[in-house]
């Protein structure tokens, strides 16, 4: 029984001795392969950032030129000094498409010296902020209707406009069936 002892130990340390050595001779490959795993991982991280970052700086970009759209269409709405002539002459085409009969158009001042007809500054902008505004009063004669086609004409002028006051009134006596009113806007320049 001897023998047959020793050959057991002799087959369990043959057997002990090529695990351990196949062991040691694949680890360098595991070692390698669960590296790779892992670097594989960690790329896969990065491309997905990547990836979240362009979809990021897409969105941004898109945000950037829906800005810049706005940003445009904004500075097409404020005329320019040399142009408000021009703005003028619209609303006065507005005044014609409405079938308004004008009384009197007088550009006003913020300046309480300006008032006078003979003062210099009648004409000039006032700066309130980053913009000029340019305020005009329009006194007109017309229907209820003409009034308000008036009014809405205004704020779809291709420059921003904006109605500071409106007043109608009845006036039988001088005009039958129509309405005096008068309008204060203010026309915004940039500078």
């Known amino acids: 029984m001897g023998e047959k002892k020793l050959l057991y130990y002799i087959f369990a340390i043959t057997i002990a001795i090529i695990v351990l050595i196949g ?17 594989l991982q960690v790329k896969k991280m990065d491309l997905s950032l990547s990836v979240q970052k362009g979809i990021d700086l897409k969105k941004l970009s898109k945000t950037y030129q829906e800005y810049e759209e706005q940003i445009n269409l904004l500075g097409k709405m404020f005329p320019k000094t040399k142009d408000v002539a021009d703005y003028i002459t619209q609303i006065q085409g507005a005044i014609s498409d409405s079938g308004i009969a004008l009384s009197s158009v007088k550009v006003a001042t913020q300046n309480s010296q300006a008032n006078s007809a003979t003062s210099p500054q009648l004409t000039q902008l006032t700066k309130n902020g980053n913009f000029y505004e340019l305020p005009i009063d329009i006194q007109f004669i017309g229907t209820y209707d003409n009034a308000m086609k008036f009014s809405q004409t ?22 039958p069936g129509q309405l005096e009113g008068s309008i204060s806007i203010v026309i915004y320049v940039s500078p």
């Open 154 to 175: 205004l704020e779809n002028l291709s420059r921003f406009t904006s109605i500071k006051k409106a007043n109608l009134k009845t006036d039988d006596k001088n005009h």
């Open 23 to 39: 062991y040691f001779a694949t680890y360098p490959f595991i070692k390698r392969i669960n590296d790779t795993k892992d670097n």
